[in-house]
């Protein structure tokens, strides 16, 4: 059971690692000055696949660092990695030396194995994945946008609804299977049976069908977006359907992109989700460009990572540890990883109204001057 330490219960996460920051800033060794704490930022922006991930992540956490930092508080150094899972480990060894107190990063379930590895880190690490393994690290944290997570939190959702007898069209690909994996996986926990899996490889009268079937009561669709618009039309409009964040491309409204999964219930992050909260106007981009819905969730995902580092930095071993974040509701659990209870919509419903202006001051509206992710 976690319980929340004394200090963070009297200030804020802010001002307590200021303080930290400030009592590591007035040692020196007898060679010299200290090396200047700092929050090491390890992401992959040199990998090609990942590039766009990793800067839209880091913009995200100096869009935070922006809002919250100060003069007192550690300041955010980015440690540039690229393919190699062992590169994120040489620049975690790099930021001890210049002096981190913390890490956010690394980004690829490798590159934190190999962290992991090496052993208990001797600053608070915060990974942006799943930590693989059964028994947690100490000093290692994990923040993720699980597609396993997200499964599990649809299969309560249409169970708190009262959905009994669901379906789970699996389409092609690695993506899907997870999905299916887990939401199968939790529907038993929660029903004590398995439900029904038809698989979409082939479309046509044998998935129509199974759709048919009097006995389900509604859809799970494991699927991009792609492939959850080639598969809805076999599956009627006779049941709800669900899904993941991964079909919606963040447009709301009976728009064109949407005609195809019109009332498809889904989860997704409040930052796509309530994108008027006047909590969210100081962190949203300068910049009008538009970025996909998959580069906004790792842009929140930095601007999360930053404000729980923060927190990190000050918290006891086995403190609680919670946000209402960007990313969802996170809670840390007893392996160290933080959940994500996320919101729920419904593709080609309506965005939810801005707040009236005298609400939200003209500096918290501010948005945040960063240059376009390339």
Known sequence: MHRRHPFARMVSPLVAAALLYLGLATHASAEGPAPAPHLAVILPTKAKPLAGAAEAVHQGVLAAEQKLGDDRTPRVRLYPTGERDDEALVAYQD?????????????????????????????????????????????????????????????????????????????????????????????????????????????????????????????????????????????????????????????????????????????????LLDPNRSDHLPYRRADKSALSADLERFYALGIDAYRLSLMLLVAAPDAAIELQGVTGSLRLSEKRQFSRELSSGEIGGDAPSAPPAEQASTAEAAPVPLAPVQ
């Open 95 to 271: 930021a001890l030396r210049n002096g981190a107190v913390g890490v956010i990063g690394p980004l690829t379930r490798g590159a934190i194995a190999k962290l992991a590895e090496f052993g208990s880190p001797e600053i608070p690490v915060l990974a942006l994945n799943s930590v693989d393994g059964d028994r947690p690290v100490n000093n290692l944290y994990a923040l993720g946008l699980s597609i396993e997570a997200e499964s599990r939190q649809v299969a309560r959702l249409m169970h708190g609804e009262g959905r009994r007898r669901p379906l789970v069209v699996e389409t092609d690909g690695p993506l899907p299977k997870r999905m299916r994996t887990a939401f199968v996986e939790e529907w038993k926990l929660l029903s004590g049976e398995a439900p029904t899996v038809a698989s979409a490889t082939a479309l046509g009268p044998r998935l129509r069908d199974s759709a048919a079937n009097p006995e389900i009561d509604s859809v799970f669709l494991a699927a991009d977006l792609k492939k959850a618009r080639t598969a809805r039309p076999y599956l009627g409009n006779d049941r709800p359907v669900y899904a993941t964040s991964q079909v919606w491309g963040g447009k709301f409204g009976k728009t064109l992109a949407n005609v195809d999964l019109l009332g498809v219930r889904f989860v997704d992050m409040p930052w």
